[in-house]
């Protein structure tokens, strides 16, 4: 098995797709808008994903937060609400707000596991700050680190309960962050004291079963290099500082805020700490460049890959779609928006 994550062209899987995915043995794939299209052909494509791989664990990734982030839209799919709106909920209702994203997520979960997928990289744990960039917005749970561990816990719990793997995003903190990732390298200047509210809810939340780090640079911390290719800030502060020792995947290789080839991207980011590295646009080319960094996944990762998984095996909660949403819409309304 390769310690990638991979996404792949379009709505079927073109043939030189599976004989690259038979040799390189990614450890799993991730959808986009690009990929979907209705129930049937994203379930058939979810189940031929599973038979190349050889595993019906196969992590199945997904980016379906709800707001302005969902690949799965309307009409085929509800829409979902964005992180914002649990957050004035929990203004005048904490506990109303805490019941109204679980079963929000829960609802969420059971939507990807009828087509097949089992992981969604949810929740944000990112702390917005004022004037930061628009990246995170509404998409964040809150400005209060203890909210949004709150939020954050409730949309883990939600999801597991619905059969999903949740990721929680993007550590070590993408909210204070001035710029897009996906265009250029932010800059985070604030002093390690700062930082640490960015920090508490990942360390409150440091037994998720996976999380996807930032393309940011810290400087308190490594002026030098983003997150995702610093063995300082994976190693003293993600698997130290915070304590988060389960399976840690990079986020996207090909975001601009990376610089160097694909192979030296995806070698730095698993000899900085990430047990995987993610790459997302489907592209060839790239992908086989990313696969030429990289060897045989390691087997402390494939221990924390395994266990993630492991963690919605025989998920059982049935309670209706329907019900979970009129849970979710009557407890929102309590906000008059």
Sequence with gaps: MTPLILGLSGRALTDDERAFFRDVAPAGFILFKRNVADRAQLKALTDELRSIAGRDDVPILIDQEGGRVARMQPPEWPAFPPGAAFDRLYDIAPVSAIEAMRANTQ???????????????????????????????????????????ALGRATLDGLKAGGVVGVVKHVPGHGRSTADSHVELPVVTASAEDLESDLRPFTTLNGAPMAMTAHVVFTAWDAERPASLSPTVIGDIVRGRIGFDNLLMSDDLGMHALQGSFTDRTAGVIAAGCDIGLH???????????????GAISPRARERLDAAMATIAGAADDTPFDALIAKRDALLALTGA
């Design 107 to 149: 609802a969420l979960a059971a939507m990807l596991r009828e087509v097949g997928i089992n992981v969604d990289c949810l929740p944000l744990l990112d702390v917005r700050q004022p004037g930061a960039h628009d990246i995170i917005g509404d998409r964040a749970l809150g400005t209060d680190p203890m909210r949004v561990a």
């Design 280 to 294: 997302c646009s489907g592209d060839m080319a790239e992908m086989q460049a990313c696969a030429a960094g990289v």
